[in-house]
Nanobody, 126 residues
Framework: QVQLVESGGGLVQAGGSLRLSCATS????????MGWFRQAPGKEREFVAA???????YVARSMKGRFTISRDNAKNTVYLQMNNLKPEDTAVYCC????????????????????WGQGTQVTVSS
């Protein structure tokens, strides 16, 4: 069973940048498609970005051009680079993993994921 640990969250001013990391252990990282989701207080969980085993990516429309997802298979880690942050990006950001038979497949539905991290808080001040 894979374990996921997020880091890199914090407080940043609007327009700033953060890079979130999600370190995995307990599984063969290259067998997993990965995703990032976020949840703001009082709101439903929201898809942010996903990456396939082979590195194909998809970013939610509202974040495209500002957020980038990547993975480093040598470090068993997935990243979320967030630029030009806005107050509405304030949320707890969680990474997720699922075994994927197809190398190019990524998943945007949270129900598709098997494993979740605890999350890291991102707060963007205006």
């Amino acid at each position: 069973q894979v374990q996921l640990v997020e880091s890199g969250g914090g407080l940043v001013q609007a327009g700033g940048s953060l890079r979130l990391s999600c370190a995995t252990s307990g599984g063969t990282f290259t067998n997993y498609a990965m995703g990032w989701f976020r949840q703001a207080p009082g709101k439903e969980r929201e898809f942010v970005a996903a990456i396939s085993r082979s590195g194909s990516t998809y970013v939610a429309r509202s974040m495209k051009g500002r957020f980038t997802i990547s993975r480093d298979n040598a470090k068993n880690t997935v990243y979320l680079q967030m630029n030009n942050l806005k107050p509405e990006d304030t949320a707890v950001y969680c990474c997720a993993a699922r075994l994927s038979g197809g190398g190019g497949l990524y998943y945007i539905d949270s129900n598709e994921y098997h494993y979740w991290g605890q999350g890291t808080q991102v707060t963007v001040s205006s």
